[in-house]
């Protein structure tokens, strides 16, 4: 079975421009969300949707935004680039069901924005 | 919200020795507690995860304890071995509420 798979693995961006970033989940997976990983702020919690609606948020601005397609391939987008979005991006699936079930994570998407 | 601390930051242990990574969180609601071992250039990878019905949890070297009332978990690897050199963080989850906290990480270093 075919982990999660994101796209692109790297990515530089200038501050101002946006971006737009791609998660394929795990096949029967229904649920995606993103995390964003820096070296001081650690791993944070972005949103996640499950059957197109976003279920949960976390505490980042506007600026970051999702969506899910019916497929369940889930893509989101940061506007006006600053440089502090510099990170790497981190999608995870999982099933939904009555209890919370594992997530399994992609490799990732390293945005760097100068 | 959530918040969970993650102590030590890093641990170097000789092989073969054991290791143990501790974490405190501080919603009585939360009910899942997973860790993740994240290697250079790769996204986390689920290694034990442990639920509030249950205090231990063990899969080969790797076990998980849970303390309800003190609201802390702790990671032991036994038998280390150079493999598990990597960042090891832990989580808390409620199902409602149900993104995942992380702690800061624990960078583990075996010293052959």
């Known amino acids: 079975k075919a982990g999660v798979t994101q796209t692109p693995r790297y990515l530089i961006k200038t501050r101002g421009q946006q971006v737009t970033l791609s998660c394929s989940p795990i096949s029967g997976h229904r649920s995606v969300s993103w995390y964003q990983q820096t070296p001081g702020q650690g791993l944070q919690f972005l949103f996640e949707y499950f059957s197109e609606t976003q279920r949960n948020k976390g505490n980042f601005p506007g600026r970051f935004s999702g969506r899910q397609f019916s497929n369940s391939r889930s893509e989101m987008n940061v506007s006006t680039l600053e440089l502090g979005d510099s990170a790497l991006y981190l999608c995870?699936?999982?099933?939904?069901?009555?209890?919370?079930?594992?997530?399994?994570f992609g490799p990732g998407t390293r945005l760097t924005v100068l | 919200g959530e918040n969970v601390e993650q102590h030590p930051s890093t641990l170097s242990v000789q092989e073969g020795d054991s290791a143990v990574i501790k974490c405190t969180y501080s919603d009585s609601a939360s009910n899942y507690f997973p860790w993740y071992k994240q290697e250079l250039g790769k996204g986390p990878q689920l290694i034990i995860d442990i639920r509030s019905n249950v205090g231990e949890k063990k899969d080969q070297r790797i076990a998980v304890t849970l303390n309800k009332t003190a609201k802390h978990f702790s990671l032991h690897i036994t038998e280390t071995q150079p493999e598990d050199s990597a960042v090891y963080f832990c989580a808390a989850a409620n199902f409602g509420n149900e993104k995942l906290t992380f702690g800061t990480g624990t960078r583990l270093t075996i010293i052959p």
């Open positions: 995870a699936s999982r099933h939904w069901g009555p209890s919370y079930n594992e997530q399994f």
